[in-house]
């Protein structure tokens, strides 16, 4: 093979032409760094195989037959379509292979051929089959019996794909910088990058292909870290302008006027944010914790310190209830100290939107609460100086940036609701600074949560008429706006509460409502107008009626645990009990209940976020893409916590110790972080 290097890109190899580079293209495969990073999806295992006649179905399993029989037909009512039947025996059984449009196999399957077949059992007409598994002939001298298996695209095979890589392992000379000195690499028992390469696409046995994971995947964490922590330590530099003379005891002066006293934990967010802005350092914080925990007093403080310097602040909501909510909480808070506070949403008359938009930009309003109206460019502020953004997870990255990008040098909070795993925040956040604010206020909830099957829902209604006799609100949720015969819906319920209990006020509140609609169902509902609330999920994010005392979750398997915590987190405000009630139409469904069961016993919205984090895996987290960071190629942030939380830790020490020009040239060019 011609001397070849990570960046000679594929179609200058021998056996890749025109067409086959674009069938590599289409899985982001240009050069050869490409090539060697795409790691297999699985491993095809020809050591282990169970007999023919033990299969059962459903399973995912591998077994050695030979050929005793095949045919070629095709499917009469689609004629174009056409399937070779292989039948495979051990003699313990026969298995059938199924393989659709795929008419060249007949030559491979030659009668009396041993195959190595790998795939899912399922059995048709009394018979065990396979459709369209792997296959590997056996021979009786083997020198690879772990096989790599790939992703693919129309023109590639898994034998072409595995000759390819195998030919570059080979012929490469020079690999990828090594992350680590050797020194570093032996006490976390981890190999050189040759080692690893080479082990992960042919591993020589169940131990190489291990140390190779483990290798590929702390380099993996480590790189991303080093990117997320130069990321932060640039957005952190010294600042034009920022504002360092904050009176020595603002925490004291914000807690008189305050009807409440503020936690250990938030004051010790509050201290952080009084630190950072003393350094010179451009805010970049997330701060996240309990339902009811008071995460926006920590942001309102944050808001207050910069208005009283004389700058603007801005509270960016995902939704116009929450919006208002915040602006109803806070606004004689702001006016009794002579700081304009205004409030901005689409729905606005357009007289009144531009009044707003002239007392910013003239500087005369000091803070303003909103919702994606913040981010119009007709809004221009005169001195921007902070932005909080609330439920983070609403917003991808480039809406959040859109808000810091009207002012310079803008300090930079973010709240989540959603308590979040340690794993989660250092690959997702990981240029932030992450404060937790764990602790409740003393006293401020107790919510017993209960299992109802659907079956049983008539005693849910008659515990609902209890509640409401004792003058308690509460809410029912269901999953959809309008549903089928699969799904319950909120229009359905509503109507269905109105009949079964026609002596209770029910109000009804969905997101396809305009805001005038929802501002006036919202506020009936806390002047007690209504004494049920029937929802969509649009009450998860911040409803704040300290005196609902009741929350029935319609078809709880439909809803993530995360989130289940949030509209849990709607009742039991005020200090008196709160009842979460959950009614699953998945009652038999033995995952489903475990998943609930472990919901119900568990108040720490902490563990729950590691349950949820756990049951759904890293693949449903969010939208990795509005995140920011690149998809992850191997790491697990799941199964792989220990070594992301090591490659943490070595990021940090040579962030400090090693130059970014270098740091640039050996690793960063292989991490993209969106601005």
Known sequence: MMNITLETPLEALPSVGEKRAKSLKKLGLNNLFDLLFLFPRRYLDLRNFKKIGALVPDEFTSVKGKVMAREEQRIPVR????????????????LFLVFFNQPYLKDI????????????????????????PLYEEYRQVKKDWILPVYPLSSGLTQKYMRKLIKAVLENIEVYPHEILPLGDRHNLNIPN??????????????????????????????ILQLGLLLKKKTEQKQGKGI??????????????????????????????IIADIKEGKIISRMVHG??????????????????RQGYQSALLAPTEILAEQHYINWQKFFLEQNIPVAFLIGQLPEAEKNRIRNGIKSGEIKVLVGTHALLSEALEFKNLKISVVDELHKFGVKQRERLREKGE?????MMSATPIPRSVALTFYGALDVSVIGELPKGKRQVISYIFPVEEKDKVYEFVKYQVSQGKQGYF???????????????????????????????????????????EIMKGFREKKAMALVATSVIESGIDVPEAAYVVIEQAERFGLAQLHQLRGRVGRAGDVGYCILIPYSFTDKDIMERLESF?????????????????????????????????????????????????EKAEKVIKEVSVDILKEKFLKEVFINE
């Open 79 to 94: 004629s174009r379509v056409s399937y070779l039947k292989v039948a495979v025996s051990d003699g313990s059984g026969v």
């Open 109 to 132: 399957f030659s009668i009396d051929k041993e195959f190595f077949i790998n795939g899912r059992v399922e059995v048709f007409k009394g018979r065990m089959q396979m459709i369209n």
């Open 193 to 222: 990058i040759k080692f690893a390469l080479k082990n992960i696409h042919f591993p020589m046995s169940d131990i190489n292909l291990e140390k190779a994971r483990n290798y590929l995947v702390f380099r993996e964490f480590f």
């Open 243 to 272: 504002i360092v003379d904050i009176e020595k005891d603002a925490i004291k002066v914000f807690q008189s006027y305050l009807p409440f006293n503020l936690t250990a934990p938030q004051k010790k967010v509050m201290e952080d």
């Open 290 to 307: 309990e339902v009811g925990s008071g995460k926006t007093v920590v942001a309102v403080f944050a808001l207050w310190l910069i208005a």
């Open 409 to 413: 040098d803008v300090h930079y909070i």
């Open 477 to 519: 949720v269901t999953p959809a706006i309008e549903g089928n015969e699969n799904i319950e819906s909120a229009i359905k319920e509503y109507e269905r509460i109105k009949e079964i209990m026609p002596e209770i006020s029910v109000s009804l509140l969905h997101g396809r409502m305009s805001y005038t609609e929802k501002d």
């Open 600 to 648: 119900i016993k568990t108040e720490s919205g902490f563990e729950i976020a590691e349950i949820d984090l756990k049951i759904r895996g890293q693949g449903d987290l969010l939208g990795v893409r509005q995140h920011g960071v690149p998809p992850l190629r191997i790491g697990n942030i799941v199964k792989d916590m220990e070594l992301l939380g090591i490659a943490r």
